[in-house]
């Protein structure tokens, strides 16, 4: 595990000692047997249950682009809802502790699953550096830490930067969200990836582009001698339900 896993490990447990434990989600305070969402939040979260499903929708989204071991994504996408915005505060409001914690509660689904036993490097898609300057982190990196720390799997956060600072994806439809893409990834050390089954991470499947152009730079540049396989948080129902 990397020193900033275990260097963040400790901030959130010292956070716990003086914040009141909230539920990440609604925000109740959490009973004392409460993980961090509560037990109705779980009971509400749209899971896809994709994980446990080795040919799911989200593999058959991806196999269609690239060589792919296994791919899932926890929770469906859906707009205006609790779910849409927790993502929102971890991604555009600082809150990269809600990050690293939803991380952990998808490495768990990836763990229970017995799909992804083999992975040996977790790689998140990078974001390009002005970017990262402007968020203050990558939020992608958070929840690699958590996936990370409940599979037992290090991350990687230098082998693959981001190298041409592309608009944002967001208010792309999309053709030009994979044209927004090509080439925008560069493989910086393919000696720390060869011959490895590499688990990539993301918050948010909208159309794949940029998990397959990352993924497809790393297979180029390592020759083939590489495995790839994909986790996500959340999926848009329009990608799966096109397929």
């Known amino acids: 595990m990397s020193i900033f896993c ?3 490990g400790v901030v959130l447990d010292a956070m716990s000692l003086f914040m009141p434990r909230t539920c990440l989600i609604c925000g109740r305070p959490l009973l004392e047997n409460e993980g961090s969402v509560c037990i109705l939040c779980r009971y509400n979260i749209p899971l896809t249950g994709f994980a446990k499903r080795k040919d799911n929708p989200v593999k058959l989204i991806f196999e269609n682009m690239m060589p792919v071991e296994s791919a899932t994504a ?5 707009g205006g809802t609790e779910w849409q915005r927790v993502i929102h505060k971890f991604k555009y409001s600082g809150r990269w502790f809600f990050a690293q914690k ?7 689904e990836l763990r229970d699953s017995g799909n992804f036993d083999d992975v040996d490097l977790i790689i998140p898609i990078p974001l390009h550096f ?8 990558n939020q992608s990196e958070q929840l690699a830490l958590g996936v990370g720390r409940k599979l037992g799997v290090k991350c990687d956060f230098g082998s693959v930067c981001r190298c041409v600072y ?18 925008i990834f560069e493989v910086r050390n393919t000696k720390n990836m060869r011959g490895r089954h590499i688990l990539l991470v993301d918050d948010v499947i909208t159309t794949g582009a940029t998990i397959s152009s990352c993924a497809t730079t790393i297979i180029r540049a390592c020759e083939g001698d ?15 339900n096109e397929k």
């Not at 926890?74 to 859906?78: D, L, P, V």
């Not at 939803?102 to 768990?108: Q, S, V």
């Not at 002005?130 to 982190?137: H, I, N, S, T, V």
């Open 6 to 8: 275990d260097i963040s």
């Open 74 to 78: 926890m929770f469906w996408f859906i």
């Open 102 to 108: 939803m991380g952990e509660w998808l490495g768990e």
């Open 130 to 137: 002005r970017r990262r300057l402007m968020r203050g982190y």
């Open 166 to 183: 592309n608009d944002s994806q967001t208010s792309k439809i999309d053709t030009e969200r994979w044209d927004n893409v090509e080439e």
């Open 226 to 240: 590489v495995r790839i396989s994909v986790a996500s948080l959340a999926v848009s129902r329009r990608i799966v």
